[in-house]
């Protein structure tokens, strides 16, 4: 999943962006709200981790300008006031939950993965394609019985591609879901997590479409084909 980190603080912003792309998040952080507006309505976030207190544009009015356009990505806000009424300001404007700092990264983390829950919950809490299930709320990923052991970024990736299932997915959208905007690496670099998924999931999952990409199929009926 992808979030979007929008704090002025650069210590802060940067150690959220560290635990979270721990946890397996792709994390894009920018400095002030005139810029978090643009990469929110520009890009495809699964939350936002929102400062008010902002150059440019607080936050109130860059949630506020989110809402208006259509935009119900989940918005967590942060900021250093604290009362009851710059709560219901921020609500009020369409943000979805309220953190006062200081507070714990581990709170922080909680709360991010509720707002996440919460938007999936009814729709889509698990994927299933056959005997696969891949479940974001646990991240648990299961083959049949058997539960596979998969590292923070590699479920990232099947998470995305399963997301997509049935549909061919190019390297470039995968790291652009994945992987934060500033990685400027190889491109091939998704082959290397695919190869490591293929050899977790067992054959016949992950099916390549040369020069597009890659597509998640059900391996049962992919087998019976054959």
Known sequence: MRLLIVEDEKRLAQSLAK???AEGFAVDVVHD????LHQASEGEYDLIVLDIMLPGMN?????????????????L???????????????????DDYLTK???????LARV??????????????????ALTVDPGT????????EVELTAKEFAVLEYLAVRAGEVVSKSEILAHVWDFA??????????????????????????????GYRLVDAGESGARR
């Open 19 to 21: 635990g979270l792309t």
């Open 33 to 36: 709200g005139t810029e978090g």
């Open 59 to 75: 936050g109130y009015r860059v949630c506020s300008a989110l809402r208006a356009a259509g935009d119900e990505t989940p918005v």
């Open 77 to 95: 806000m942060l900021t250093a006031k604290d009362g009851e009424y710059d709560e219901a300001e921020g609500l009020d404007t369409g943000a």
């Open 102 to 108: 200081p507070f714990s990264y581990v709170v922080l």
């Open 113 to 130: 993965r509720a707002l996440l829950r919460r938007r999936t919950r009814g729709a889509r809490a698990a994927l299933t394609l056959g």
């Open 139 to 146: 991240r648990r990923v299961t083959v049949g019985p058997r």
């Open 183 to 212: 990685y400027e690496g190889d491109v091939n670099i998704v082959e290397v997590y695919v190869s490591a998924l293929r050899r977790k999931l067992g054959p016949g999952w992950i099916a390549t479409v040369r020069g597009a």
